[in-house]
């Protein structure tokens, strides 16, 4: 679904990814580990089209449903598919929830209906009028993922879905990714927690200074949890 | 749909149909057209600043623009003045598309800037271009046809004029209230995020400066049949100012504040002229940054927002919780007190 070649990108002179290939099938889960700095969210910005203002640039292809996106305008490569939860979220404060949520266009064969997304995410129904200024950060980011469910997003590439939110919710989130992933939506996971990575995940690489250093499954990640976390600095 | 939309707000409607339709009984004629069309060009340009995020400082060249064509068709073609007017206006729109192009991928002073430099270029040309424009003089005696009725009164002729300013504050409400409105919306907020949400940003720019211009141009050209001539003064860079101050006067966003902005600078100036007064700017520049600096939100927004914190208090939320808005345990079905919308749609 996902295939990415050689993908280099940099902030002025500096390199942030250094030919970075990875491959991700349809259905699956995969996650991208790696210190603070590895260029995960890069890579993903990458992915979307977002990285290119101010001096930043990508080279690289990145084949998308078979063909190459790269050079794709941002709006475009949503319109294939590409659904971005940010790290920031991005919920549009002067909006509603229910306004969120019908904003973006519908991109995909399988968009989710407005019930369907109360009821995977019964505390969006309870919410659907408040102001996207008036939520929580779990709820903010459930809105964030039903969004691009809702637009029928055929992968979804997530920031940090989990960070700064209470177990409890990190629970939640990663039961709504398996149901996700059930529904035959791709998944692109950036992420620092390792032991959530490893639930929900079916596979993970793991970043380094810019380049996949290693791909690992499930197994390997828990039997090296610790070893991971102190390559994490966590 | 808009009806009904209409229909549920029908005191602040009425109200304003009203003040509209009697507005020439209780000011002098003229003005209340210059009220009228000043009210449609601010609409138009907060439909810029306020929904899109940007700042136009070169609106006078659609209104003007608007002018000198509506005056031309009206004086060489003899059409009557609603086809002049709207010909006028189609002109505005035309002449958006190729300065939006250019100026609608900038943002903040940039795109204030380079909207001036285009106005600048359009006063220009209307300046030089005597044989077309009439230079200095302008284009003087544009008649007001209509089908051979009499509307030399400026009362009558109020009338006439008023359909078009209020299916011009129409649309622009309509557009607002869109889910094309929405999209505008949300790319004032964040336009890196509206792209990653699948809008192409650069077009609903350009699409809104479009729809503006040609709303700037309705008004524009009803302005010069009101007036019976266009001058260099409707494209000079002190018409793009003056309407961004009744949007900031009435308040960004609000829509029906420039309306408000508008009555209050044309009859101030009106006002203070007939009384002989020589420093009219000194007046209306006192009173623009009193009222920037007591009402932050404009009058209208000021206003607006504490009615509607009036009426949340009036009615208290359901449900037993005050709310913790960071409550993030799931589930509890608690409907705040703090779920009354700080800012719901217009």
Redesign the interface.
């Known amino acids: 679904m996902l295939r990415i070649e050689d993908l280099s990108a940099w902030y002025g002179e500096a390199r942030v990814l250094r030919g970075v290939s990875l491959e991700i099938a349809e259905g699956e889960i995969v996650t991208l580990v790696g210190r603070n700095g590895a260029g995960k969210t890069t890579l993903l910005r990458c992915v979307m089209g977002l990285h290119g203002a101010g001096g930043a640039r990508a080279a690289g292809t990145i084949g998308f449903l078979g063909a190459n996106v790269a050079r794709l305008p941002v709006h475009r490569r949503v319109r294939r598919g590409l659904g971005y939860v940010p790290d920031d979220r991005g919920v549009y404060a002067t909006l509603t929830v229910e306004e969120n949520l019908t904003l973006p266009p519908v991109v995909g064969p399988r968009p989710w209906s407005l019930d369907q997304v109360y009821e995977t995410f019964p505390r969006l129904r309870e919410r659907r009028r408040s102001p996207g200024t008036k939520l929580s950060g779990g709820e903010q980011q459930m809105l964030a993922l039903a969004r691009v469910l809702r637009m029928g997003a055929r992968l979804l590439l997530c920031d940090e879905p989990t960070e700064g939110l209470s177990p409890l919710i990190v629970q939640q989130i990663g039961a709504i990714l398996r149901d996700v992933k059930r529904q035959g939506v791709t998944v692109l996971l950036v992420e620092q927690n390792v032991h959530f990575a490893a639930t929900v995940a079916d596979r993970h690489y793991l970043l380094a200074e810019g380049r996949i250093v290693r791909s690992l499954d499930n197994d390997e990640v828990r039997a090296r949890e610790h070893e991971l976390l102190e390559h994490l600095g966590i | 749909m808009i009806i009904s939309r209409l229909a549920a707000r029908p005191i602040p409607l009425l109200t304003g149909l009203l003040i509209a339709l009697i507005l020439p009984w209780m000011i002098y004629p003229p003005v209340a057209l210059d009220i009228a069309c000043w009210a449609l060009f601010a609409a138009a340009v907060d439909l810029l600043l306020g929904f899109t995020g940007l700042l136009p400082f070169g609106h006078a060249a659609f209104w003007g623009g608007s002018a000198y064509v509506t005056g031309l068709i009206a004086l060489h073609a003899g059409l009557p003045f609603p086809v002049a007017v709207l010909g006028g206006a189609a002109a505005a729109a035309l002449l958006a598309v190729p300065i939006g192009y250019l100026s609608a991928r900038l943002r903040g002073i940039y795109f204030a800037m380079v909207t001036l430099a285009f106005a600048q270029v359009v006063y220009f040309v209307a300046n030089q271009w005597r044989g077309l424009t009439g230079g200095e003089n302008g284009l003087q005696g544009i008649p007001r046809d209509l089908f051979g009725i009499d509307l030399s009164d400026p009362f009558f002729f109020y009338y006439a004029g008023l359909p078009f300013v209020l299916a011009g504050l129409l649309a622009a409400w309509r557009v607002v209230r869109s889910?094309f409105g929405?999209?505008l919306?949300?790319v004032r907020?964040?336009p890196?995020?509206a792209?990653?949400?699948?809008?192409?940003?650069a077009r609903y720019k350009l699409l809104a400066f479009v729809l503006s211009a040609g709303l700037s141009g309705l008004a524009g050209g009803l302005f010069a049949i009101g007036h019976g001539f266009a001058s260099l003064d409707e494209v000079y860079w002190t018409t793009s100012g003056q309407v961004v101050m009744m949007v900031v006067l009435g308040g960004i966003g609000t829509l029906w504040g420039g309306a408000f902005g508008a009555a209050l600078i044309v009859e101030l100036n009106d006002y203070l002229a007939t009384a002989g007064f020589q420093e009219i700017g000194l007046v209306t520049g006192t009173i623009f940054v009193i009222i920037v600096l007591v009402f932050r939100r404009g009058v209208w927004g000021t206003v607006r927002d504490a009615l509607r914190a009036r009426a949340a208090r009036a009615v208290p939320a359901p449900g037993p919780d005050p709310g913790t808005?960071?409550?993030?345990?799931?589930?509890t079905?608690?409907?705040?007190a703090?779920?009354v919308?700080?800012?719901p749609?217009r």
């Open positions: 889910p929405r999209v919306v949300a907020d964040n890196a995020r792209q990653a949400l699948g809008y192409p940003v808005p960071h409550d993030e345990t799931p589930g079905p608690t409907a705040p703090d779920e919308p700080t800012r749609a």
